[in-house]
């Protein structure tokens, strides 16, 4: 599928900013040293994957699909 440069963009925004935000939000928890459990990191991986998921879906205009 051809897509425009700008659309291209939006779909890697669409990725790369919450996964981003998670290693940020990671980070912070290791530097105030407040431990993050294999339980809580798996539920803010499911989270990302909807997170992403949807943001890919607009930035595609899949939405309504």
């Known amino acids: 599928m051809k897509m425009s440069e700008k659309r291209r963009q ?4 669409a990725i790369s900013e919450p996964i981003v935000d998670l290693r940020i939000e990671s980070s912070l928890a290791d530097v105030n040293r407040k431990r993050i459990t294999p339980k809580d990191m798996d539920s803010k991986l499911f989270a990302l994957e909807f997170k992403i998921a949807s943001r890919v879906w607009r930035a595609l ?3 309504d699909s």
């Open 10 to 13: 939006a779909v890697y925004n």
């Open 61 to 63: 205009n899949l939405e």
